[in-house]
């Protein structure tokens, strides 16, 4: 069963526009993490966020976390036509168990 | 560091069939895990390895099966393919644990006929 939702499932937005995606989860997590995946590729790493953080930084990606909304926010500033890849998130249920992931967003960066 | 590599990166299997996919994770990460990608599942858990030991098993039938070495390269087979195996089998590795950053690799595609 999916742990992680994003919202929304696919967007469409101009270079150099913002771009904020949306994951809800279940249960109570230890880490949220995003990932990026280039059609049909492996996925990459972006950023991990713990329970006990509500913003992160890297470079042009900002993550927020609301546990009391079991709510995370993936926002990519000053998109590229590079960011063009599916977004993915992924909740931990507790300490030493895998990785669950959502459906994913779809993000189409047209210049 | 060479990143996590799969082999072989495609497969033509047909029905009835087995098929044995192989992962080796980063030089000293410990951890594996294994998940299948399809359009309308999306990536769903198989099962995670750690020091030839499985620590977490995903949802799927007794046909799934993987194993660990000592070296932390990792296998999974699947035995008796059916149509609805067809998916892009993806292997990650972290250091210690599964809920840690994941590094994947770019995966196998399989394709049951």
């Known amino acids: 069963s999916q742990q992680g939702e994003e919202d929304p499932q696919a967007l469409s937005i101009q270079e150099g526009e913002n771009a904020t995606m949306n994951c809800s989860y279940k249960t109570s997590i230890n880490n949220l993490q995003w990932y990026r995946q280039n059609s049909g590729r492996g996925l990459v790493h972006l950023i991990l966020?713990?329970?006990?953080?509500r913003e992160k930084h890297s470079g042009r990606l900002r993550v927020t976390l609301d546990t009391s909304k079991k709510s995370s926010s993936l926002l990519i500033t000053a998109s590229r036509a590079a960011d063009t890849a599916s977004y993915f998130c992924?909740?931990?249920?507790?300490?030493?168990?895998?990785?669950?992931f959502g459906k994913g967003t779809t993000l189409s960066v047209s210049s | 560091k060479a990143g996590v590599t799969q082999t072989p990166r495609y497969l033509i299997k047909t029905r009835g069939q087995q098929v044995t996919l192989s992962c080796s994770p980063i030089s000293g990460h410990r951890s594996v895990s294994w998940y299948q990608q399809t359009p309308g599942q999306g990536l769903q858990f198989l099962f995670e390895y750690f020091s030839e030991t499985q620590r977490n098993k995903g949802n799927f039938p007794g046909r799934f099966s993987g194993r660990q070495f000592s070296n932390s390269r990792s296998e999974m087979n699947v035995s008796t393919l059916e149509l609805g195996d067809s998916a892009l089998y993806l292997c990650a590795s972290s250091l210690l644990t599964a809920e840690e950053t994941q590094y994947f690799g770019p995966g196998t595609r399989l394709l049951v006929l």
């Open positions: 992924a909740t931990d249920i507790q300490a030493g168990t895998a990785l669950i």
């Open positions: 966020i713990r329970s006990n953080e």
